[in-house]
Nanobody
Framework: QVQLVESGGGLVQAGDSLRLSCAAS????????IGWVRQAPGKERELVAA????????DYADSVEGRFTISRDNAKTTVYLQMNSLKPEDTAVYYC????????????????????WGQGTQVIVSL
């Protein structure tokens, strides 16, 4: 299995930027996809971004398209979420989630597709 640890959250103002990091360890020799999932009070879980093991296949929620960018380092052990033009509506706990895939360029489309989860990092965007 894969162990995941998130970092980089904090308190920012609307329009500012943050970069979240997800460090992976354990069985990283097999193909695995990573997603960023956020949970806000009173709202359903939302998969905001996903990336394949290869790093060249990505997917974004409509709410963050054009503002957030997901990427992966060459060693496949760290995944980043660059968040620009942050809005108060982005306030949530952000979780890094992962699971193994059949293909190197496959990403996972739903929060329920991921078996392994980090503990989350809080992002608060104020006016």
């Amino acid at each position: 299995q894969v162990q995941l640890v998130e970092s980089g959250g904090g308190l920012v103002q609307a329009g500012d930027s943050l970069r979240l990091s997800c460090a992976a360890s354990g069985r990283t020799s097999s193909y695995y996809a990573i997603g960023w999932v956020r949970q806000a009070p009173g709202k359903e879980r939302e998969l905001v971004a996903a990336i394949s093991w290869s790093g060249d296949a990505t997917d974004y929620a409509d709410s963050v398209e054009g503002r957030f960018t997901i990427s992966r380092d060459n060693a496949k052990t760290t995944v980043y979420l660059q968040m620009n033009s942050l809005k108060p509506e982005d306030t949530a706990v952000y979780y890094c989630a992962g699971d193994y895939t059949r293909h190197a360029a496959e990403f996972l489309r739903r929060p329920d597709d991921y078996r392994y989860w980090g503990q989350g990092t809080q992002v608060i965007v104020s006016l």
